[in-house]
């Protein structure tokens, strides 16, 4: 019987020939990432486990974006905890502010997570490698205190679920609306302990910030992570990054899937994700003169090039609704000079949004943009929890980059048709 | 080892975020966290409960980010095991990875009220509703899990794999 992707992953992981899913295993990690907030946490259980060395200095990632550039006090001391760490042990990929940018947007840049590869982050969002046809996932903090220690970790070997995405898209809908959709028909536990594959001619056609955005949100379906089969797009994107040899693996052809989902979306419009879950999903014409005091662009979801130019290109030569703050974080610095070159920035600027070097900031209600009480804003982020980007009595509604923007120009949850 | 407390119930899809808001996770001290424990949905949670007392909680407990402050804030609150229909997985791997306990028991949850005395054999799983006289089974842990436990946590039981 043949094998999924994450099966033969985690089997080629764990030095065995074969594993199916509900085996428990214990696998060599090809990197691990942290970011700071959760690896403090980390060093302290490395420090109890008594490790002296990391098992190997170029396959972590030390990344300090969310409380970056330092929020308060305290976030300056977990960052500079990061930092003399990575000296320490001359963590090679530490990226210091200026340098950094959001870890799931940066990683892939930067080519450090590759296709086939075994990926342990302590951040739920690691799943968004997926997209590149890795087995990534997020874990906790004494997990990776292990895994930099070891270069192991532990894994039940999940079943996969498959997702055949067919039809045309309309104009307007892109990745971020394909997984809400996903979301929408599962729940928000409808993959627990499970891999989403992704697959079918809507995929195939799809750019890598798409597929990036798709994976990325597995997690918000209780996903163990994502996977999409690499193909000539991950392998442009892949060859001019590499920084190491990697080996694509891809599900036979009589796997066992635990089970397959088709969705049509031919008639899929851009969808919102209402408050307080990202499966409470609607689609936009059903969306009545819901007003807004807040939009965020950004975020490892929707913080790519791809989705700055489609906000941009519906700002141009408009302007923000009096009553609306727009804050728009690029997911890298490289995102961040690319934006710069093409004269996306000047546009936002121009329409009245404020732009930031890239951080987690507003996503996750850190800091940069808080929602006060009774506040609403629209957000292309993940997650629309209870409080999650400021006072629990705040709301988020997510939605894709297009939707973002002409919310931010007419003042309340809109579509780009609506703009004049 | 047996543990005694009094249930507290949550509904189902409780998050990380609910469980420790995001302003707090700039600490990593476990009495610190405990004191906003369960802050973003049941707001004076830690003033109202004892040390020993049990989570129940309906379906996908835990989910959300991968924040191992989320079970050190309910370790820290004093919770000594949470019992849920269901958990997320990165929550569920931090609770056996820092030793805090958990059983998934949907019939120990749907069959227990907010107040009510709960015993737990942690070796078996076996959970008993002393204010109800009603006994259930929860699912056991993997073996593999065990192990871990049994270890006293992942810290120790990967310490046979460092250089
Ligand atoms: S952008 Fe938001 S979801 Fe992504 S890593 Fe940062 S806080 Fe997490």
């Known amino acids: ?420 | 080892m047996k543990i005694k407390g009094i249930a507290r119930k949550f509904p189902k899809d409780v998050d990380t975020d609910a469980i420790i808001p995001a302003r707090y996770l700039n600490t990593q001290d476990e009495k610190e966290l405990g004191k906003h424990c369960m802050e973003g949905i049941r707001p004076g949670f830690y003033d109202e409960i004892n040390t020993g007392d049990i989570i129940m909680a309906d379906t996908n407990f835990g989910c959300g980010s991968s924040r191992e402050h989320a079970p050190i804030a309910i370790k820290g609150a004093g919770i000594k095991c949470v019992v849920a229909k269901s958990f997320a997985r990165i929550f569920y791997r931090n609770c056996i990875n820092i030793g805090l306990p958990v059983f998934e028991c949907s019939k120990a949850f749907d069959e227990s009220d907010e107040g009510d005395v709960i015993s737990i054999d942690l070796e078996n799983g076996v959970i008993y509703n002393e204010t109800k006289n009603l006994s259930f089974e929860a699912t056991p842990l993997p073996e593999f899990v065990r192990d871990i436990i049994n270890a006293g946590g992942l810290t120790k039981f990967a310490k046979k794999f460092i250089k």
Request: glycine letters at 10%; a negative charge.
């Open chain 1, 1 to 420: 019987m043949g094998m999924t992707a994450a099966e033969k992953i985690l089997a080629k992981h764990a030095g065995k020939k074969e594993v199916k899913a509900g085996d428990f295993v214990f696998a060599n990690i090809d990197l691990v990432l942290g970011n700071d907030i959760t690896s403090p946490v980390a060093f302290e259980q490395f420090k109890s486990l008594g490790a002296k060395e990391v098992f190997d200095k170029e396959r972590i990632a030390l990344v300090p974006d969310h409380f970056t550039p330092n929020k308060d006090l305290k976030s300056a001391a977990n960052a500079k905890m990061v930092r003399e760490f990575a000296r320490q042990h001359q963590i090679s990929n530490y990226f210091e502010v200026g340098r950094m940018g959001i870890e799931h947007v940066l990683l892939p840049e930067q080519g450090l997570v590759l296709p086939g590869e075994l990926i342990v982050g302590s951040d739920s969002h690691t799943c968004t490698y997926g997209a590149l046809g890795a087995f990534a996932t997020g874990i906790g903090s004494t997990d990776a205190a292990v895994a930099m220690a070891t270069g192991k970790a532990w894994f039940r070997v999940p079943e996969t679920i498959k997702f055949i995405f067919k039809g045309d898209l309309q104009k307007w809908v892109s990745g971020k609306d394909l997984i809400l959709a996903a979301i929408g028909k599962i729940g928000v536990d409808g993959a627990l302990y499970q891999v989403m594959e992704f697959c079918g001619e809507v995929i195939e056609g799809l750019s890598m910030d798409s597929r990036f955005t798709m994976c990325n949100m597995a997690i918000e379906a209780g996903g163990k992570t994502a996977f999409i089969a690499p193909d000539d797009i991950t392998l442009e994107y892949v060859s001019e990054r590499a920084q190491r040899d990697y080996q694509i693996e891809i599900s036979d052809k009589d796997a066992q899937y635990a089970e397959t989902i088709e969705i049509d979306v031919s008639e899929l419009e851009p969808l919102v994700a209402c408050p307080p879950s990202p499966a409470n999903v609607q689609p936009i014409s059903k969306i009545d003169n819901i007003k807004i005091d807040q939009v965020v662009i950004g975020s490892c979801t929707n913080g790519r090039l791809e989705d700055l130019r489609i906000a941009a290109e519906i700002l141009k030569g408009r302007k923000i609704h009096p009553n609306v703050r727009m804050l728009v974080f690029p997911g890298t610095q490289q995102i961040y000079r690319e934006a710069l070159k093409e004269g996306i920035i000047d546009i936002f600027v121009e329409a009245g949004a404020a732009f930031s070097t890239p951080t987690c900031g507003p996503c996750l209600g850190g800091h940069m943009g808080l929602l006060a009480e009774g506040e609403r804003a629209v957000s292309t982020t993940n997650r629309n929890f209870v409080g999650r980007m400021g006072h629990p009595n705040s709301e988020v509604f997510l939605t894709n980059p297009a939707l973002a923007a002409a919310s931010g120009i007419l003042g309340r949850i809109a579509s780009p048709e609506e703009v004049e």
